[in-house]
Nanobody, 123 residues
Framework: QLQLVESGGGLVQPGGSLRLSCRVS????????IGWFRQAPGKDREEVGC????????YYAPSVKDRFTISRDVAENTVYLQMDNLLPEDTAVYSC????????????????WGQGTQVTVSS
């Protein structure tokens, strides 16, 4: 079955950068939409961005669109979330999610979820 595993989280100072990875197994990435979500303690889950499979279009929440970049490597079956100029309010558990056929991604009801990776932005 389809599985997603996130990695790359950690502790970083404000203004720093991290790159998160979402490695997909059990299904070809080329037929999936991938969404990135985050959830901080006491807050609702927030969709921060996603990428489609039809034309590989990426979409971002206004709070991150000038700082985060989503890309995909079909050969590695991995989607990346590059996070630059990190802010303390970016602190959260970041999760990736997948759904097919993948021609749309924003606001989509995703079926498959990873377990998440912790990102902490603090001085």
């Amino acid at each position: 079955q389809l599985q997603l595993v996130e990695s790359g989280g950690g502790l970083v100072q404000p203004g720093g950068s991290l790159r998160l990875s979402c490695r997909v197994s059990g299904r070809t990435l080329d037929y999936l939409a991938i969404g990135w979500f985050r959830q901080a303690p006491g807050k609702d889950r927030e969709e921060v961005g996603c990428i489609t499979t039809g034309d590989y279009s990426a979409y971002y929440a206004p709070s991150v669109k000038d700082r985060f970049t989503i890309s995909r490597d079909v050969a590695e079956n991995t989607v990346y979330l590059q996070m630059d100029n990190l802010l303390p309010e970016d602190t959260a558990v970041y999760s990736c999610a997948a759904e097919g056929p993948g021609y749309v991604c924003w606001g989509y009801e995703y079926t498959y979820w990873g377990q998440g990776t912790q990102v902490t932005v603090s001085s």
